[in-house]
């Protein structure tokens, strides 16, 4: 998984500077974003605290491990009931 250029934190100022009425456009400008990031970063973290936010991103990954980890288990099993299924 790529990993972000900014920050949560970053990416929790920049939210609040939206909330607080700045332009998208400035905000583009001011933190070198583009526009489709700071919509996909609204829908994504809109509402949201900082906290949540970063429980939000562990949770994620932990996600992504467990994911991973079930598709070499799985890969495993196929390959064990394979190799079973030849020598009977």
Do not use: P, T
Not at 38 to 52: A, C, V
Not at 75 to 84: D, H, P, S, T
């Amino acid at each position: 998984m790529r990993k972000s250029r900014f920050s949560e934190s970053e990416i929790f100022s920049v939210l609040k500077e939206l909330e607080s009425g700045v332009k998208v456009s400035d905000l583009c400008r001011k933190h070198g974003v583009a526009q489709s990031a700071i919509y996909k970063w609204r829908s994504k973290y809109g509402g949201m605290e900082l906290s949540d936010m970063r429980k939000l991103k562990e949770l994620e990954d932990e996600n992504r491990r467990l994911k991973q980890m079930f598709a070499e288990l799985s890969l495993e099993n196929r390959a064990l009931k394979g190799l079973i299924e030849k020598h009977f």
